[in-house]
C-alpha cells in the first residue's frame, strides 16, 4: 500500500530542494556568477546579516578581490564592479522599492526614491536645471547668499577659533554650513537655517537626524516582515526613532511653509532671500489652476516638501562628511596645506577675513575657484578614498535580458548593485588605492585621467546621477579655500575616524577634532 500523504510530502521535499537549491545552486544563468559565499546561491542570509552587522561594503569589496568584477551575493542578488559591463550597462535601469522603503518623506515618494524610470525623467527634466552648473555659477541670489555667510558667520567662527587657540568639532561644523548654504538656496537665507551661530538648534537637528540610522535596516531590507510584525504589535524600529522623524520632517516643513508665506505675498525678497529652489518646484510641481485638484494624488504641498526634505538631507550630509575627510587629510599633510594656500592666495579677491571689512569684501567668482588645479586634486583624492555614499546602489535587471560583466543573460528582477568603495579601490587605475595621494590627479597623463573619472563614482552615473553634484562640488571647494586661504588647521583628536560601512557614511565616532591656527602672522586680524 502507498502511503499517499507521505508521498506528497516526499514529492514536496524534491521539489522544494530543487526550486530553492538545485535551480539557483546549478541552472540558473546566475549560477556561473561566483558566489560571494557557499550558501549565498539558494540563501540570502548570509549577505543580509553583513547588512544587519555594517560590514557589507568590505565583504562585497573582499568577494570582488577574490573572484572578480562580478559577484553574486544572494539567490536574486549581484554586484558589479567594472565600468564596461558594469556601471555603464546598470546605468538605464530602474531602482528597486529598496529606495522608497527607506527613502520616501512625509509618505511621499520624490525624485530620489522614484522607481519607475517615466515619471523619474519628467521630475528630472524639472529639478536639473536649478542644479546646473551655470545656472548655479550665474546665481546672482547664490554669491549674495555665499557672501553673507562666509563673511558673516563662517569667517567670524573661524577667526575665534585661530584666536583662542581652541578645538572644535569640525565635523559638527561642516554639517552646520552645509545646511545653511543650501537651505538659504531653496527657501532664501531668512527663512532657511542658522545653524553656524545657532549651535543649540544644530545639535538637536543632528542628534535627531542621525539617531534613526541603525533602525533603516528594518524597512529596507525585510519590508515584509516588519509590516507584518508591526501589524500584531511588535515594532522593530523603536517608537522614539518614528517620533525624531517626525521632528526633522517638521524642521523642514517650517521652512517650507515659510517659503510659501513669502512666495504667496507677492512681495519682491531681496536676492538674498528668494526661495530659489522652493519657487521653482511651487510653480512646476503644484496642480495648475484650471485643472481640478485630483484625490489620488498627493497634497502638493507634501509633494514640494518631499522632494525638498530630500535635498537637504542628501545635500547637507553628504558634503559635510567629505569636507570632515578633506580636513583630516590635509591636517596631516602641512606642506600640502601651504602649498594649496599659495594657490587660494592667487585667488582675486583672496579670501581673507577683516572684521572691519566685512560687509564690503566679496568673493572670487566661483568659476575661478573651481579652476584650481590643486583644490580640485585634494577635493577628487577625498571623494574617491572617502566617498560619502561608498555603499551598494542596487538597481533591478530589466525585462528585456541583459548582460553583465561577461554573464549569461540575466532574467528580469534581479537585484544588481555597484559600490564606490569598489570601484575606487582598482589598484590598476588607483596604485596604492588606500593612500590618499592628490597627485595622482594632476600627475596623471590625459588616457590615465580619462579611465580615471570614469572609475569615480562618487556621484554615481546615468540616469539616477547624483542631481546636486555640481552644487556640491562649488561649495565644498570654496568652504575650503575659505579656510585654508587664512588658516592652518592640525588633527587634535582623530579616535573613531574610520568610516562607517554604511550605504551613507561617514566617520564611526561622528566627530573629528581639530585646532585652527593663523596660516601666517600678518593674516592676525
Ligand atoms: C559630496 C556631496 C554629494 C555626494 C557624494 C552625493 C552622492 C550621490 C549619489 C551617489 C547619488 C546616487 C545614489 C543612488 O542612486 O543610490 C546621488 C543622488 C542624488 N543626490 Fe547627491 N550627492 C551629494 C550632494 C548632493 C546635493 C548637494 C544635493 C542637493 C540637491 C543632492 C541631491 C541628490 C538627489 C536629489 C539625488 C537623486 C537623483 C536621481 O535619482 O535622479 N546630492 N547623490
Ligand atoms: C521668510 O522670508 C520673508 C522674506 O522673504 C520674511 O518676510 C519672513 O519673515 C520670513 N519668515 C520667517 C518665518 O522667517
Ligand atoms: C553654496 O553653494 C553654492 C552652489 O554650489 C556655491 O556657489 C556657494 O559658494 C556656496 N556657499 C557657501 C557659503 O558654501
Not at 172 to 192: H, K, P, Q, R, S
Not at 282 to 299: E, F, R, V
Request: proline letters at 8%; aromatic letters at 10%.
Amino acid at each position: 500500500m502507498y502511503n499517499i500523504p507521505l508521498l506528497a510530502l516526499v514529492c514536496g521535499f524534491l521539489f522544494s530542494i530543487y526550486r530553492f537549491i538545485v535551480y539557483p545552486t546549478f541552472l540558473s544563468p546566475l549560477a556561473r556568477i561566483p558566489n560571494s559565499h557557499f550558501t549565498a546561491s539558494f540563501s540570502p542570509l548570509w549577505i543580509l546579516w553583513k547588512r544587519y552587522r555594517g560590514a557589507e561594503n568590505k565583504a562585497i569589496h573582499d568577494a570582488h578581490v577574490k573572484y572578480g568584477p562580478i559577484v553574486r551575493v544572494g539567490p536574486n542578488d549581484i554586484d558589479v564592479n567594472c565600468v564596461e559591463g558594469g556601471i555603464k550597462t546598470i546605468a538605464s535601469f530602474e531602482k528597486p522599492n529598496w529606495y522608497p522603503n527607506a527613502f520616501m518623506n512625509f509618505g511621499v515618494t520624490n525624485m530620489f526614491s522614484m522607481t519607475g524610470s517615466k515619471q523619474h525623467s519628467i521630475r528630472k527634466r524639472i529639478i536639473s536645471n536649478i542644479y546646473s552648473k551655470s545656472y548655479l555659477q550665474s546665481s546672482d541670489e547664490l554669491h549674495r547668499i555665499a557672501n553673507i555667510i562666509i563673511y558673516t558667520r563662517y569667517l567670524p567662527v573661524l577667526d575665534s577659533l585661530a584666536k583662542a587657540r581652541t578645538s572644535v568639532d569640525v565635523h559638527e561644523l561642516n554639517f552646520a554650513v552645509t545646511m545653511d548654504n543650501i537651505t538659504a538656496y531653496i527657501f532664501g537665507l531668512c527663512n532657511g537655517s542658522n545653524f553656524i551661530q545657532d549651535i543649540k538648534a544644530r545639535k538637536h537637528f543632528l542628534q535627531d537626524y542621525h539617531c534613526r540610522r541603525p533602525y533603516q535596516f528594518y524597512g529596507q531590507e525585510l519590508p515584509g516582515l516588519t509590516k507584518m510584525l508591526s501589524r500584531i504589535g511588535i515594532r522593530l524600529v523603536p517608537k522614539w526613532s518614528d517620533e525624531a522623524t517626525q521632528r526633522v520632517e517638521n524642521f523642514c516643513l517650517q521652512m517650507c511653509n515659510a517659503a510659501r508665506a513669502s512666495i504667496e505675498s507677492n512681495t519682491t525678497p531681496s536676492s538674498e532671500n528668494t526661495p530659489t529652489v522652493y519657487k521653482h518646484l511651487y510653480h512646476s510641481l503644484s496642480p495648475k489652476s484650471d485643472q481640478p485638484p485630483s484625490s489620488a494624488s498627493p497634497d502638493s504641498n507634501l509633494l514640494i516638501a518631499s522632494e525638498i526634505f530630500d535635498h537637504i538631507a542628501a545635500g547637507h550630509e553628504t558634503s559635510g562628511v567629505a569636507l570632515t575627510y578633506a580636513i583630516y587629510s590635509l591636517s596631516q599633510h602641512p606642506t600640502l596645506q601651504a602649498s594649496l594656500r599659495a594657490e587660494l592666495l592667487t585667488l582675486s579677491p583672496p579670501i581673507i577675513y577683516s572684521p572691519s571689512s566685512q560687509t564690503q569684501t566679496s568673493l572670487p567668482s566661483p568659476r575661478s575657484i573651481d579652476t584650481l588645479p590643486l583644490l580640485h586634486a585634494i577635493l577628487m583624492e577625498t571623494l574617491r578614498l572617502y566617498a560619502p555614499i561608498p555603499g551598494p546602489q542596487p538597481r533591478i535587471t530589466p525585462h528585456t535580458p541583459a548582460s553583465l560583466a561577461n554573464s549569461l543573460p540575466l532574467p528580469p528582477n534581479i537585484r544588481v548593485s555597484a559600490q564606490a568603495y569598489s570601484l575606487h579601490r582598482n589598484p590598476t587605475v588607483f596604485p596604492s588605492p588606500e593612500n590618499w595621494d592628490p597627485s595622482r590627479w594632476t600627475s596623471a597623463s590625459k588616457p590615465e585621467l580619462e579611465e580615471m573619472n570614469r572609475w569615480f563614482w562618487a556621484f554615481g552615473s546615468g540616469g539616477r546621477m547624483c542631481v546636486g553634484s555640481k552644487f556640491a562640488m562649488q561649495e565644498m571647494k570654496l568652504l575650503l579655500a575659505t579656510i585654508y586661504s587664512g588658516y592652518r588647521t592640525s588633527l587634535v583628536d582623530a579616535s573613531g575616524i574610520a568610516m562607517k560601512d554604511t550605504y551613507t557614511s561617514g566617520p564611526e565616532g561622528g566627530r573629528l577634532i581639530v585646532r585652527f591656527e593663523y596660516a601666517s602672522e600678518s593674516a592676525k586680524s
